[in-house]
């Protein structure tokens, strides 16, 4: 299964509400494991914080603020695995 998005939105300086974008899955699946990849433009790396959201709202930190200095945040294959869990 694999969905992408390509919102092409903004990043707003000094905002801590930032951007958000929504992947939504209609099937019903067991979830036993996932790749994120991300391609984001922006001038210091450090000012980012990507975080995925599950459906039963378990946030998971992909990216956290202050790591990295490096130009944007691009290619970026962040293996997450859980236990199984149907949604």
């Known amino acids: 299964l694999r969905r992408d998005s390509t919102p092409n939105l903004t990043i707003p300086d000094n905002n801590p509400i930032g951007v958000s974008d929504a992947i939504n899955v209609a099937e019903d699946a067991t979830i036993s494991g996932f790749k994120v990849g991300v391609d984001i433009t922006h ?6 914080r990507v975080t995925l959201t ?14 990295g200095g490096s130009a944007g945040l691009r290619g970026s294959r962040v293996p997450v695995v859980g236990a199984p869990r149907a949604v």
Do not use: F, M
């Not at 001038?43 to 980012?48: H, K, M, N």
């Not at 599950?54 to 790591?67: A, S, Y």
């Open 43 to 48: 001038t210091y790396r450090a000012d980012l």
């Open 54 to 67: 599950t459906p039963w709202n378990t946030v998971i930190e992909l990216q956290p603020k202050g790591r």
